[in-house]
């Protein structure tokens, strides 16, 4: 007995070692309610996997590994991603083990292969040498009802917290175990989740509850010749060309022409920095800005599946619209598979119907995904068609990709030569994919301007791409993408304005309205 409360001690004593190198910055000195909770939190899984493994320097030893890991993997995020974790990270685990191309890299080569072994040789190496504890009632029983006692004590402590919902600020107040529990914690809690459903409800476009805003009614009246509706969520899509000067201006010569030629096209605000693309895409179909998720705002795909959702989608599938969701890539990925039916997507095309599908690069190529947006045009032209295309070309991790001099030549012109290859490297892959961004759009626009079918194209990029190095070298730090609205109308007048994603769709809706207007009284 008095060697588990030694041990237990000193887990306590060294879990907070790791956390002094947490990036962006250690915590705080703690005051007595972080130390109170993090000695509760530390002293659960202690006991608990004292009472599953039946060793006590094992348990020690493996919480101090785990929290060793935790913090790598915090660091390597906020690189990437200017986001420290927060507790839906966990939830992404089975995604990164399954898909591991898009996250592990991010930890980098070396850790990701010698992590493993060296923790599987230091689970037989302890579980050799630490005998088991004999097995005693008179030990487990009151372990169990500590374990219970000490959850309790930390949820309410949990409870009571204040928290910003802003995750490198938190951190630094609590630390970062304690702020993984905290908001874990109160997501769940009732209070939370009324204010979820608070926020689902006041969709400012989409929710039954409210009447429908002036413009619909002209979209609800023209019931005869509804143009489709076409959107591309382009994958890492922004105008590089803000990045440097040395950009080649023809990487977007499509873009540049369709812009001129669009309906309104200009920056668009996101919820995102070089991933996370649910708190784009949700924030464009739903039309609630992400900040009124609350804590479910990290990964509302993973917690918002059994709500009522109302989205642009539902609303047009109201008004007779066939509604097709595009995605080359698992439907399983981020759990839209479960979401997207009760969107109001009738249909959700993913990797399956790719088969045999041309790829750039590791991914399904943008040009693959246009030619499926025609297929699936031609196919239903019997009816007006919603097409929700979300690609996959443009996904990082940039660095695992390689380029040559020559190429580096075609996108590039007076890059700076204090630049290291790396980071040339990382950006000529990102310029080379952007190219072919931009020739979908132009495949599309082309398309769209030779039918009858009156159409109506809306492209823009769900966040920035993780280019760490670059936009620190270039000074760069805007998180804006791009957006255009687009029509295959020939007289339209072109605005330039900044939105923001949730506005989207609204700003999409809009001029639709009024062009479906102008041709009924034609």
């Not at 390597?76 to 992404?92: G, I, T």
């Not at 990797?351 to 991914?363: C, L, R, V």
């Not at 196919?379 to 040559?404: A, C, Q, V």
């Amino acid at each position: 007995m008095l060697s588990f409360v030694l041990t237990l001690l000193a887990t306590i004593l060294v879990s907070f070692l790791p956390e002094r190198w947490l990036k962006p910055e250690a915590p705080a000195r703690p005051d007595l309610k972080s130390l109170r909770l993090q000695i509760s939190l530390v002293s659960m899984v202690f006991i608990a996997l004292t009472l599953i493994v039946q060793r006590a320097v094992f348990s020690g030893i493996a919480i101090f590994v785990f929290l060793i890991i935790l913090v790598a993997v915090n660091n390597a995020k906020y690189k990437a991603l200017r986001e420290p974790m927060v507790f839906s990270d966990f939830a992404m685990f089975s995604q990164a083990f399954k898909h591991p191309r898009l996250y592990f890299p991010f930890l980098g080569l070396v850790p990701v292969i010698l992590a493993p072994l060296l923790i599987i040789a230091l689970i037989i190496t302890v579980l050799k040498l630490e005998p088991a504890l004999p097995f005693s009632w008179q030990r487990i029983a009151p372990s169990i009802g500590l374990l219970l006692g000490l959850y309790i004590s930390a949820r309410q402590q949990a409870l009571a917290m204040q928290i910003t919902m802003k995750p490198a600020e938190d951190i630094h107040q609590y630390g970062l175990q304690n702020s993984l529990f905290i908001y874990a914690v109160q997501a769940f809690s009732d209070k939370h989740r009324q204010k979820i459903k608070k926020a689902l409800a006041q969709s400012p476009l989409f929710t039954d509850n409210n009447p429908s805003p002036p413009f619909l009614h002209t979209f609800l009246s023209a019931s005869e010749n509804k143009p489709n509706i076409t959107v591309i969520q382009s994958e890492s899509f922004f105008d590089a060309r803000r990045l440097h000067p040395s950009i080649k201006k023809q990487v977007l010569q499509s873009f540049d022409k369709i812009c001129a030629e669009s309906l309104q096209y200009g920056q668009l605000k996101v919820p995102a920095w070089g991933a996370n693309t649910m708190r784009s895409e949700f924030a464009f179909l739903s039309g609630i800005k992400n900040k009124k998720l609350q804590l479910f705002r990290f990964y509302p795909y993973q917690f918002l599946n059994k709500y009522p959702v109302t989205s642009i989608a539902s609303l047009l599938q109201s008004l007779g619209y066939y509604c097709v969701c595009i995605h080359p890539h698992p439907a399983s990925f981020f759990g839209r598979e479960r979401l997207f039916p009760r969107l109001g997507f009738d249909e959700f095309i993913d990797i399956e119907d790719f088969a045999d599908a041309q790829k750039f690069g590791p991914y399904i190529s943008d040009q693959s995904v246009s030619e499926k947006i025609l297929q699936i045009t031609h196919k239903y032209s019997d009816r007006p068609l919603f097409i929700f295309s979300i690609t996959m070309e443009n996904h990082g991790p940039l660095h695992l990709e390689k380029t040559s001099p020559a190429e580096q030549h075609d996108y590039l012109e007076d890059y700076p030569k204090s630049a290291n290859l790396e980071k040339i490297n990382d950006l000529t892959v990102y310029l080379r994919h952007l190219k072919n961004a931009d020739n979908m759009l132009k495949q599309l626009t082309d398309a769209f301007r030779h039918t009858d079918k009156k159409h109506v194209l809306c492209f823009y990029g769900d966040h920035i791409p993780s280019m760490p190095e670059v936009y620190e070298e270039t000074k760069y730090d805007n998180h804006d993408s791009d957006y255009i609205i687009w029509t295959n109308s020939k007289s339209q007048d072109t605005q330039q304005h900044t939105i923001t994603i949730e506005n989207l769709a609204q700003t999409l809706l809009e001029p639709v309205c009024k062009f479906m207007d102008e041709e009924n009284n034609n």
